[in-house]
């Protein structure tokens, strides 16, 4: 992992440009203000969820689930999967 470190000073509005520190997709950074001062930037990117059936919105609603899927995810990725029965025989069976 790089990491990238520059020196940045506010302009006369007090504002600081960030721009080529903002990774594509970026919706905004949660902001943590150490006691010496220490700014802590972390980007985070918002979930437009209007587009996603009800039935599977509840899972972007809820945290926990999300991060179980995404360590399953991380998981196949990394080839921690484990190999199962096939289901194939019971497809045709209509409930």
């Given at each position: 992992?790089?990491?990238?470190t520059k020196?940045?000073?506010?302009?006369?509005?007090g504002k600081v440009s960030l721009k080529e520190f903002i990774i594509k997709g970026t919706s905004g950074f949660n902001v943590t203000?150490?006691?010496?001062?220490?700014l802590i930037l972390k980007p985070?990117?918002?979930?437009d969820v209007s587009?996603?059936?009800p039935e599977e919105r509840w899972i972007f609603e809820n945290p926990k689930v999300l991060a179980e899927i995404k360590l399953g995810l991380?998981?196949?990725?990394e080839g921690k999967t484990v190999t199962r029965k096939s289901y194939a025989e019971y497809a045709e069976i209509k409930i």
């Open positions: 992992m790089t990491i990238k020196s940045v000073k506010p302009d006369a509005r203000v150490e006691e010496n001062g220490t985070f990117i918002e979930v587009g996603i059936k991380k998981q196949i990725g």
